[in-house]
């Protein structure tokens, strides 16, 4: 059984390979650096990763 999981970066399609981790964790592409959120984990380690849109502004007063 596999400790690692694996996955591709939506962004720029690096492939990524990560401690377990569950749904809703985010991660950092090392490759583009954008924040990706694990949308799902398949049987067999493989993660559904999606963009996450970080927020750089703000907007609060
Ligand atoms: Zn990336």
New binding site residues.
């Given amino acids: 059984m596999s400790t690692t999981l694996t996955g591709a ?1 939506p ?2 399609e ?1 492939d990524l390979s990560t401690p377990p981790m569950v749904k809703g964790e985010t991660l950092a ?1 090392p ?2 650096m ?1 924040t990706l959120r694990v949308e799902d984990v398949a049987s067999g380690g493989v993660l559904s990763l999606q963009m996450v849109e970080v927020q750089l502004r703000d907007w609060g007063q």
């Fill in positions: 970066c962004e720029c690096t592409c490759e583009c954008l």
